[in-house]
């Protein structure tokens, strides 16, 4: 789904949710103590450059959301390896059909993650671009 990306870095990228994968209780250790009781999701997604504007080190996040879009309600900071880690796009990332592959990471302590949203930015916040599961 291409749709126009606005940072410190404009041009347009395509995204695709590749899946949302439920992770173990377990995952969310070292978290801490905070984190007793919640669910992790994985949200595995690829970004692909299509307008071919250099938009290396450029981040892009996506939000999980339950059942209807609501939000999770959870900020998470950090990445669990080897299982789920966000990756900023890399130096290579200056050219139509540049892509990479990322995994922000969701976390409930109700309803499963049933997709994901992107809702960042003046155009966006008030009609974010939904993927759901």
Known sequence: MPFRYTSDKKGT???TVTAIEKGA??????????????????IKMKVENVGGTDLSYASLKLDGVLEGGVGTGVILMGDIPGKCERETAPREFTAKGASYETCPLAATKTAPVTGAE????DTYSDSPVVWTS
């Open 13 to 15: 990228i395509a995204v």
């Open 25 to 42: 209780e377990s995952d969310m250790a070292a978290f801490g103590d905070k984190a007793k009781g919640m669910t992790p999701y994985f």
């Open 118 to 121: 992107f809702d960042e930015g």
